[in-house]
């Protein structure tokens, strides 16, 4: 899932990309993690989600205007695909800005948030 936020820009897509193709997170045959997706021959689905913006620190309803505008949002997340595609890593895309049912499998505990710093 990736989301794009207010003033992310193209070397924020691009780094994010470098990242997601070679973080090393997947377990070698010692059960280590040590294997990047690029090492396993993975393929990404990227999904754009910009609820993951969701400020719900007051009220009772989430705020989302820490997300980028949609026209900007879209740009950042095609540049995010490019970037992937460009590290040699398979990549399956959803709609921009539709409504869509995704089904993941998560296997094992790890879950990471990735941040251009």
């Not at 691009?14 to 973080?23: D, E, I």
């Not at 009772?60 to 540049?79: I, K, N, W």
Request: glycine residues 12%; contains cysteine; proline residues 6%.
């Amino acid at each position: 899932l990736v989301g794009v936020g207010r003033g992310d820009g193209p070397e924020d897509a691009k780094w994010l990309a470098h990242r997601c193709a070679g973080l090393r997170i997947f377990e070698d045959d010692r059960g280590k993690m040590n294997l990047s997706l690029k090492d396993v021959g993975g393929e990404a689905l990227v999904v754009s989600q910009f609820t993951l913006y969701g400020d719900t620190k007051k009220g009772m309803r989430p705020s989302f205007t820490e997300a980028a505008p949609p026209d900007e949002a879209q740009v950042l997340y095609g540049t995010f695909v490019e970037e992937l595609k460009a590290e040699g890593v398979p990549v399956a895309t959803g709609e921009f800005g539709e409504r869509m049912l995704v089904e993941i499998e998560n296997d094992g505990p790890v879950t990471l948030i990735l941040e251009h710093p």
